[in-house]
């Protein structure tokens, strides 16, 4: 599922169907980093460390066509977060 850049500025919920099951809905609302931190720095925190995880170097070897989607597009991004002092 790509998500298209009228998607990424948009502030509503989007629902698309699934390919492998035309009765499931996934509903997302995309977030930009700014709303990220925003939202952390309100809750009274910030990130210690961001990381985007990335398949092991065999996986890639073994799997070339699912590095280069994961290369083109913006993945999982992992956040520890640390109360603000």
């Not at 989007?14 to 309100?42: E, G, M």
């Not at 398949?55 to 913006?74: C, D, T």
Request: with cysteine.
């Amino acid at each position: 599922m790509q998500l298209r850049r009228k998607e990424y500025c948009s502030k509503t919920i989007y629902a698309d169907y699934t390919a492998w099951n035309d009765q499931i809905a996934l509903t997302k609302r995309a977030y930009t980093v700014s709303d990220l931190l925003n939202l952390f720095s309100a809750a009274g925190l910030w990130i210690e460390t961001a990381i985007e995880p990335q398949p092991s170097e065999e996986a890639q070897r073994r799997y070339p066509h699912k590095q280069a989607w994961m290369n083109k597009y913006l993945g999982i991004l992992l956040f520890k977060l640390r109360p603000l002092p």
